[in-house]
């Protein structure tokens, strides 16, 4: 009589994962150990309201994890690896230029914190590159000249912001159980004057200097309104109008994508930038003289002329990208200086050097001479699109050296 086999042994059944609590600090948590021996743990939030439930939860959340595919071990996730998952998913639908900042913001901070695992990013580390940040190498030759230097306040500020973003969704996916980017404090900026304002006869040398050159029409004019050089660049014919003497911006010139895009038009810098400009008269003339000199350049043109209703336009009449005009500007100010040296007489004193300011200063040089004028800040802070006066006042107002010998006089019989 043959044995009877015996029956198998019950397998006993595979444990999909545990809820522990920690002994040194009380924390509950739940764990599961991945098919490949990997081991996953998340911690239930200190605040929970109830710490045990909240950890089964989190172990059903890592088991469905485990079968769907959709779990990432912590040390396979790094700060680098995140920043690319969430820049990808953030991007969508968003600005040209919104992308390209975000490319710069994830370059600064993987040059620091990128290796570092995820899950043992700390605020201390977040805090350190905050303080200690630097430019890194960079292909574009425009930012090579940048590199090793502190980086900026506002390239700090973009930086953290976006990790900040980023770090809020680990949270929400559950990758982390807190933000060890929200403790960090930026430090303080410094407000300073934005830039340098001409006096009023270091802006007419320059006009008088440039008369007859392609741009002259859009130097008057920015001087003449405080419009920013890109608002001035997409105006069209049709936002000027005669009738009542004003001017529309409701758009803006900037930088293109590639070389291939060299400018895109979009949506003014804040919301108070959409604005009309009242036109005094000399500001009229302008227009009426580049309109003169738009139907000059058409028919010189012929053909190729396109037809775009561009009040700045270039030669065949497309947009002129914004560094068509920094260069334009480089040359003015480059004639502006020869002007000079050419008028100087005294063969024993150099020629006065003319102050070399950025595009931008037209815009500060408006305010500044506006407001010695009298006219009333608020009415300034509106012409150019400023969301308040204070901004106007505190930041982009200049004090000239003859206003403070005036100060000095009428104060002199004081006591």
Same mark, same amino acid.
Do not use: C
């Given at each position: 009589?043959?044995?009877?086999?015996?029956?198998?042994a019950?397998?006993?059944?595979?444990?999909?994962?545990?809820v522990?609590?920690?002994?040194?600090?009380?924390?509950?948590?739940?764990?599961?150990?991945?098919?490949?021996?990997k081991?996953?743990t998340?911690?239930v939030?200190?605040?929970?309201?109830?710490?045990e439930?909240?950890?089964?939860?989190?172990?059903?959340?890592?088991?469905?994890?485990s079968v769907t595919?959709?779990?990432?071990?912590?040390s396979?996730?790094?700060?680098?690896?995140?920043l690319?998952e969430?820049?990808?998913?953030?991007?969508?639908d968003?600005a040209?230029?919104?992308?390209?900042?975000?490319?710069?913001?994830?370059?600064?901070?993987?040059?620091?914190?990128?290796?570092?695992r995820?899950d043992?990013l700390?605020?201390?580390m977040?805090?350190?590159w905050?303080d200690?940040a630097?430019?890194?190498?960079?292909?574009?030759?425009?930012?090579?000249?940048?590199?090793g230097?502190?980086?900026?306040?506002r390239?700090k500020?973009?930086?953290?912001?976006?990790?900040?973003?980023?770090?809020?969704?680990?949270?929400a996916?559950?990758?982390?159980?807190?933000?060890?980017?929200?403790?960090?404090?930026?430090?303080?900026?410094?407000?300073?004057?934005?830039?340098?304002?001409?006096?009023?006869?270091?802006?007419?040398? !320059?006009?008088?200097?440039?008369?007859g050159t392609?741009?002259?029409?859009?130097?008057?004019?920015?001087?003449?309104?405080?419009?920013?050089i890109?608002?001035?660049?997409a105006?069209?014919?049709?936002?000027?109008?005669?009738?009542?003497s004003?001017?529309?911006?409701?758009?803006?010139?900037?930088?293109g994508t590639d070389?291939y895009?060299r400018?895109?038009?979009g949506?003014?810098?804040?919301?108070n930038?959409n604005?009309?400009?009242?036109?005094?008269p000399?500001?009229r003339?302008?227009?009426?003289?580049?309109?003169?000199k738009i139907a000059?350049?058409?028919?010189?043109?012929?053909?190729?002329?396109q037809?775009?209703?561009?009040?700045?336009?270039?030669?065949?009449?497309?947009?002129?990208?914004?560094?068509?005009?920094?260069?334009?500007?480089?040359?003015?100010?480059?004639?502006?200086?020869?002007?000079?040296?050419?008028?100087?007489?005294?063969?024993?004193?150099?020629?006065?050097? !003319?102050p070399?300011i950025?595009?931008?200063?037209?815009?500060?040089?408006?305010?500044?001479?506006a407001l010695?004028r009298?006219?009333?800040?608020?009415v300034?802070?509106?012409?150019?699109?400023?969301?308040?006066?204070?901004?106007?006042?505190?930041?982009?107002r200049?004090v000239?050296?003859?206003?403070?010998?005036d100060?000095?006089?009428?104060?002199a019989?004081?006591?």
């Amino acid at each position: 009589m043959s044995a009877t086999p015996k029956a198998a042994a019950p397998q006993p059944k595979r444990k999909l994962g545990s809820v522990f609590q920690r002994k040194e600090d009380g924390r509950w948590a739940a764990a599961i150990t991945l098919p490949n021996g990997k081991r996953i743990t998340r911690y239930v939030a200190p605040d929970h309201t109830d710490p045990e439930r909240g950890a089964h939860e989190l172990l059903a959340k890592l088991i469905t994890g485990s079968v769907t595919g959709d779990l990432t071990s912590p040390s396979e996730l790094t700060v680098e690896r995140w920043l690319a998952e969430y820049v990808t998913r953030a991007n969508h639908d968003k600005a040209a230029s919104t992308i390209r900042d975000r490319e710069y913001s994830v370059n600064y901070l993987n040059a620091t914190l990128g290796r570092t695992r995820l899950d043992r990013l700390t605020p201390v580390m977040v805090q350190r590159w905050v303080d200690t940040a630097r430019y890194p190498q960079h292909e574009r030759k425009e930012h090579a000249r940048y590199a090793g230097q502190p980086l900026s306040h506002r390239a700090k500020a973009k930086g953290l912001q976006l990790l900040r973003s980023a770090l809020d969704e680990a949270v929400a996916l559950e990758h982390l159980t807190r933000n060890p980017a929200r403790p960090v404090k930026l430090p303080r900026r410094t407000v300073k004057n934005v830039g340098v304002s001409w006096t009023q006869d270091e802006a007419r040398q !320059f006009l008088q200097a440039n008369e007859g050159t392609h741009h002259q029409n859009l130097w008057h004019l920015a001087l003449q309104t405080g419009a920013r050089i890109g608002e001035l660049l997409a105006l069209k014919t049709t936002d000027y109008n005669p009738q009542k003497s004003t001017i529309r911006i409701e758009r803006t010139v900037k930088a293109g994508t590639d070389k291939y895009v060299r400018a895109t038009v979009g949506k003014p810098k804040t919301e108070n930038a959409n604005r009309t400009i009242p036109l005094p008269p000399d500001a009229r003339t302008t227009i009426e003289r580049q309109l003169a000199k738009i139907a000059s350049m058409k028919a010189a043109a012929g053909s190729s002329w396109q037809r775009n209703d561009w009040l700045f336009p270039s030669e065949v009449g497309t947009l002129t990208p914004y560094d068509n005009a920094h260069r334009a500007w480089t040359q003015a100010l480059t004639r502006t200086q020869a002007t000079i040296n050419t008028a100087h007489q005294d063969p024993n004193e150099p020629p006065p050097t !003319f102050p070399r300011i950025r595009t931008h200063d037209l815009r500060v040089t408006f305010i500044s001479l506006a407001l010695r004028r009298g006219v009333k800040p608020e009415v300034v802070a509106r012409m150019v699109g400023h969301s308040s006066p204070l901004i106007t006042l505190k930041i982009y107002r200049q004090v000239f050296d003859d206003e403070m010998t005036d100060a000095a006089d009428l104060i002199a019989d004081l006591v």
